[in-house]
C-alpha cells in the first residue's frame, strides 16, 4: 500500500503558513496593543469561505498571548456553535465570562460574579428574549427603517442599561491594564438572520472603550443576510445596503490578498504533493481557484486517484494530464461534474468550443459532431461555457476529444 499523506483543512499555525499570512498578524497585533489607537475599534477581515480567515484569526491570537498575554483578554466565540441558540447575545457574554474565569489567579472574580448576574439578569428579562435584536439595527437602518421608531423607545433604557453595566466591568479590567479582544469565527456560516443579529449585539453591546472586536466575514454572505432582513422595508437601493451596514460597524476593513499561479504553485509544491500534482504544477497553478481549502481538496483527491491509478490493472496508460483536469472540475464545480457524467461528450463540446473549433450557438456544428445527443450537448454547453473563469483555461490545451472513447473510464475512476 502507498503511503498517502492528506491535508487537512483545519487552520494552519506558523509551521505551515504558506500562504504567508504572518505578513498581516504582526500589523494587525500593533494595531491592538498600541496605547494610542481608539476604543472601540472593529476589524473585519473579509475573504471568501476557504480563503484562510480563521488561520489568520489564530495566528493574531497566538501572537497576542505569546507577546502580549498579560495585556490582553483574548475571547474566541464561534457563533456557528451556538447557531440553535434563539438570540447570540448571551453566548457571546458568556464566552467573555468563561475566559475570565479561566485566570489561574482568580484576578477577575468580582468581574466574572457581576457578569454571572448580569447574564442571569439578561435571560430572565422577557422584553429582551422577546426582541432578540430584531428590531434594532444600526443608525442608518434605524434612520431608514421606520417600523423600527416605535419599538426604540421601549428598549432603550434596557439596552442603555445593560451597557452601562458592561463598560463599568470592562473599564475596572482597564484598570488592571487589561484590553479586551473578541475573535468572532464562522460567522457565515450561521443563517442569514442569525448573522446579522449577531452583528447588531455587537455594535450594540460590544461597542465599549477598551474592547477590540476582529471578525472573519465572507462579505457576499453578509450581504445576503442584510438583504433577507430588510428587504421588506423596501429600501430604494437594495445593493447598498449592505456596505453601508459594514461601513457603519467595521473600522479597518482587511480584504485578504487574492492568490496569484505564482503563489498557488508554491502552496502546491511546499504541501508535499503527489508525483500527479508535481507533474502538472504549471497546469494546476493556470486552472485552481486562488482558495486554499479548494487547493488542498484538489491535491487531497489526486494522491487517492493516483494510488487508484497505480492499484489498478489497465488505467495505467490513462492520460495524466486530463486526471487532473478532471478532478479539478470535481472539486471546483460539482453541478458541471455531474453533467459531465451523464453526458462525457459535454467535455468533447466545452472543449471544442473553448478552442474555437465549435461555435456554442449554431445547432447545425453539434449536429455534424454530435449527432442524436446535438440539442443535449448544446444546450449544456451554452449553460456551463461561461459560468467559471476557470473553465477556459482547463479547455483551450486540453484533449478530451482525442480520449472521447475512453472518457467514461476516466469518470468511474474519479467518481461523482
Known amino acids: 500500500m502507498p503511503d498517502i499523506a492528506m491535508l487537512s483543512d483545519a487552520p494552519a499555525n506558523w509551521r505551515g503558513d504558506l500562504l504567508q499570512f504572518r505578513r498581516y498578524v504582526d500589523p494587525l497585533v500593533s494595531i ?3 496605547p494610542d489607537t481608539e476604543t472601540p475599534f472593529t476589524i473585519g477581515i473579509y475573504g471568501a469561505w ?5 488561520t489568520l484569526l489564530q495566528m493574531v491570537d497566538r501572537r497576542l498571548l505569546d507577546r502580549h498575554g498579560e495585556e490582553i483578554v483574548r475571547v474566541r466565540f464561534n457563533p456557528w456553535v451556538h447557531r440553535r441558540e434563539p438570540e447570540m447575545l448571551l453566548p ?3 464566552a467573555l465570562h468563561a475566559e475570565l474565569d479561566q485566570d489561574p489567579e482568580h484576578r477577575f472574580a468580582g468581574t466574572v460574579r457581576r457578569l454571572g448576574t448580569i447574564m442571569a439578569k439578561l435571560a430572565a428579562d422577557e422584553m429582551l428574549k422577546r426582541l432578540t435584536l430584531s428590531s434594532m439595527s444600526v443608525e442608518k437602518i434605524d434612520k431608514l427603517a421606520q417600523q423600527y421608531a416605535a419599538m426604540r423607545g421601549q428598549v432603550d433604557s434596557q ?3 445593560l451597557r452601562g453595566l458592561l463598560q463599568q466591568e470592562v473599564d475596572r479590567l482597564a484598570e488592571q491594564g487589561k484590553k479586551i479582544v473578541f475573535f468572532v469565527d464562522d ?4 443563517e442569514p438572520d442569525q448573522i446579522i443579529d449577531l452583528l447588531e449585539s455587537i455594535k450594540l453591546f460590544l461597542d465599549l472603550k477598551h474592547v477590540f472586536v476582529v471578525i472573519a466575514l465572507a462579505k457576499d454572505v453578509v450581504d445576503r443576510g442584510v438583504l433577507v432582513k430588510y428587504q421588506p422595508f423596501g429600501f430604494p437601493d437594495q445593493a447598498a445596503i449592505g456596505d453601508d451596514y459594514l461601513d457603519k460597524m467595521i473600522q479597518l476593513p482587511l480584504h485578504l490578498y487574492p492568490l496569484g499561479p505564482a503563489e498557488v504553485g508554491r502552496f502546491i509544491r511546499e504541501s508535499r504533493p503527489g508525483e500527479l500534482a508535481r507533474k502538472h504544477v504549471g497546469t494546476l497553478e493556470r486552472i485552481l481557484t486562488p482558495n486554499p481549502r479548494k487547493i488542498k481538496r484538489v491535491l487531497n483527491l489526486l494522491r487517492v486517484t493516483e494510488a487508484i491509478i497505480e492499484g489498478t490493472p489497465g488505467l495505467a496508460a490513462l492520460r495524466t494530464d486530463l486526471v ?3 478532478v479539478v472540475l470535481r472539486v471546483q464545480s460539482p453541478e458541471l461534474f ?3 457524467l451523464r453526458q462525457p461528450g ?3 463540446a466545452l472543449e471544442l468550443v473553448h478552442q474555437d473549433k465549435l461555435a456554442a450557438d449554431v445547432l447545425q456544428g453539434f449536429q455534424t459532431r454530435f449527432k442524436a445527443r446535438a440539442e443535449t450537448l448544446q444546450k449544456l454547453t451554452l449553460t456551463f461555457r461561461g459560468r467559471h473563469d476557470f473553465l477556459a483555461p482547463i479547455f483551450a490545451d486540453s484533449a478530451f476529444e482525442a480520449a472521447a472513447d475512453d472518457l467514461p473510464v476516466y469518470l468511474t475512476m474519479i467518481g461523482g
Open 346 to 348: 459535454l467535455l468533447v
Open 50 to 54: 476557504g480563503s484562510g480567515k480563521s
Open 32 to 34: 491592538i496593543t498600541n
Open 92 to 94: 457571546l457574554l458568556n
Open 187 to 190: 460567522l457565515d456560516r450561521c
Open 324 to 326: 487532473v483536469r478532471l
Open 338 to 340: 455531474a453533467s459531465v
Open 159 to 161: 439596552t442603555g442599561r
